[in-house]
């Protein structure tokens, strides 16, 4: 089996920071694109930021120049660090990633962790 673990949630002050972090285990084969995802109180989840394998990037426009999303292989982790945060992130934050299992089945499957809740005070 494989299973996403993500830490590094809680409450900030606005402006403040917070760095999550997302570690993948289980027999995998190779991991390839990992992001972040978000969801709001009756809003639905979109993408924050995602990685691929190569190390190229892309942002929602609304966290560009305040999130960072990396990644370390060796760890199959990726982290979002979170920066100059604002009461309007507030939501539970979810992992992503593609990835191919050891064993008969070549194809890739999306996981997703269990969400962390971020939440930012005004």
């Known amino acids: 089996q494989v299973q996403l673990v993500e830490s590094g949630g809680g409450l900030v002050q606005s402006g403040g920071s917070l760095r999550l972090s997302c570690a993948a285990s289980?027999?995998?084969?190779?991991?390839?694109?990992m992001g972040w995802y978000r969801q709001a109180p009756e809003k639905q989840r979109e993408l924050v930021a995602g990685?691929?394998?190569?190390?190229?990037?892309n942002y929602a426009d609304s966290v560009k120049g305040r999130f960072t999303v990396s990644r370390d292989n060796a760890k199959n982790t990726v982290y979002l660090q979170m920066n100059s945060l604002k009461p309007e992130d507030t939501a539970v934050y979810y992992c992503n990633a593609a990835i191919r299992r050891w064993g008969t089945d070549q194809r890739e499957y999306d996981y997703w962790g269990q969400g962390t809740q971020v939440t930012v005070s005004s």
């Open positions: 289980g027999r995998i084969r190779s991991l390839n694109a």
């Open positions: 990685i691929r394998s190569s190390g190229s990037t």
